[in-house]
Each structure stands twice: as structure tokens, then as C-alpha cells.
């Protein structure tokens, strides 16, 4: 029936994997309550009334720290499943995924010497 063969369980994955969030989102919009009034228009900020407005600049730090988290973040991801496949890869992925750690090594020690790493 499917031209490529092997695919049948992926596109069951997917179709499951797709009907999860709108089941999701259409039980949550029918079992919801129906009620409204002003409070629920209110800004909530930790049980206190917000000080200014919401449209602040932030410091440019934050999002050097969040590039930071997101590469060593991205390196964990594509690093496990080579840890799962280690003893069926050989020595070629070996290096291959030290060379890899090693770019990643460079990086981090360029953000530590320009700074990105300092919360100061």
C-alpha cells in the first residue's frame, strides 16, 4: 500500500502525534468555565498589582546567555543518540562526534573571552 516501506509506523506516529494537542485544545475549550467578568481581564503578576508597562527593553545579556544554553542545549541532542549507537558506529563516528565537541569547546571559550558568560 505505502511506496516506502517501513514508513507505516512513522505516519501512524504522526497522525497520533497530531490528534494529541486538538483533543487536547478541544476538551480544554468544552470543559472550561463559561463565566467572565473584569477580573479575569485584570494583569496578574505574582498576587501584586504590575508596576509600568510591559514593554521594557531587556538587557541584551539575556539573550546571549539563552544563545549560550541553546547551543550546549542542541550539542546534548544530537549527542544522544550517538551515545546509543556507540558500539555499532566504529571509529569514524568516534571522531567525527570529537571533532564535533571540539567546535562546540571552541565556541564556549569564545563567549567566555568575549564576556557573554559574565552576569555582571
Excluded: H
Excluded at 11 to 35: D, E, H, Q
Excluded at 81 to 110: C, D, K, M, Q, T
Aim: charge should be neutral; include cysteine; proline fraction near 4%.
Amino acid at each position: 500500500m505505502f511506496v516506502l516501506t517501513g514508513y507505516e509506523y512513522f505516519l501512524g506516529f504522526l497522525l497520533i502525534c497530531s490528534a494529541v494537542p486538538a483533543l487536547a485544545l478541544t476538551a480544554s475549550k468544552l470543559l472550561r468555565p463559561r463565566t467572565g467578568g473584569p477580573e479575569r481581564l485584570t494583569t496578574y503578576e505574582s498576587g501584586m498589582e504590575p508596576v509600568g508597562g510591559a514593554w521594557i527593553q531587556f538587557n541584551i545579556r539575556y539573550y546571549m546567555f539563552a544563545l549560550v544554553f541553546v547551543v550546549f542545549d542542541v550539542e546534548t541532542v544530537f549527542l544522544y543518540p550517538w551515545a546509543v549507537a556507540f558500539s555499532r558506529l566504529g571509529l569514524l563516528a568516534f571522531v567525527e562526534a570529537l571533532i564535533f565537541i571540539a567546535i562546540l569547546v571552541v565556541a564556549l571559550v569564545y563567549a567566555w573571552r568575549k564576556g557573554a558568560l559574565e552576569w555582571s
